[in-house]
């Protein structure tokens, strides 16, 4: 069945990019999310991506996307402490209207 | 900026009792959404709801689950017998789809915990 999997933590230094990977398997996934999951918060929709682009910039936020090999990745520029989080990926599943998501990557920034 | 609400944020329940967790989607979203992620597993899709019925369910929703929507804002789950293994954070998310990107918008959460 379709799965989604990703590194479960990186730890960085404030002010250093941060580089979230992903891999999927649904290759009729038409589209890729990234949601943030802070301390005792929701999940909160950070950038998304259609299966026909390579690369999406949102200021601090670059994601890229590589379809043949099914690799998704969240690039965070000049980390602060505020972006320790985990971090989900999750392909948008068509046949049945759902998200499917990997178990987060939770990212740690040192100052 | 209008954002899913869910409530309790907590609930401890007995094995055995009835639960409903509540959920006020985004007002003018269509689509409805719970999943549930059991603590250190993924988070998983329990079931769909569009035009006041369900539109898709995973195998995880089986007869002990239900989902209403009783009035025009809010949108319920019930759990009718809580097992040990419903202890989870169930999300609720909504969906205007009429959005392209299909993105859904989840709730805080309710950590359900049943003894």
């Known amino acids: 069945g379709e799965d989604v999997e990703q590194s479960l933590f990186l730890s960085v230094r404030e002010g250093d990019s941060s580089v979230i990977n992903c891999t999927y398997t649904?290759?009729?996934?038409?589209?890729l999310y990234w949601y943030k999951q802070e301390p005792g918060a929701g999940l909160q929709l950070l950038t998304y991506?259609?299966?026909?682009?390579d690369m999406k910039q949102d200021q601090r936020l670059t994601v890229l996307l590589n379809k043949k090999d099914k690799h998704l990745s969240l690039r965070i520029a000049d980390t602060q402490t505020g972006d320790s989080a985990i971090y989900f990926c999750a392909e948008f599943q068509e046949r049945q209207g759902n998200l499917i998501f990997g178990k987060g990557t939770k990212l740690s920034v040192k100052p | 900026e209008p954002e899913v609400t869910q409530t309790p944020s907590h609930q401890v329940t007995q094995m055995g009792q009835e639960v409903i967790l509540r959920c006020v989607p985004i007002?003018?979203?269509?689509?409805f959404y719970w999943y549930r992620q059991i603590l250190g597993q993924k988070v998983e899709f329990l079931v769909s709801f569009y035009n006041n019925e369900i539109s898709e369910k995973s195998e995880i929703f089986d007869d002990q689950f239900s989902v209403e929507r009783p009035d025009g804002s809010n949108f319920t789950l019930k759990i009718r017998s809580t097992k040990l293994e419903d202890s989870a954070m169930y999300f609720c998310a909504s969906s205007p789809r009429e959005a392209v990107s299909y993105e859904q918008y989840f709730g805080p959460g309710t950590r359900l915990t049943v003894t």
């Open positions: 991506i259609f299966s026909n682009m």
């Open positions: 649904d290759s009729s996934s038409t589209y």
């Open positions: 007002s003018n979203h269509l689509y």
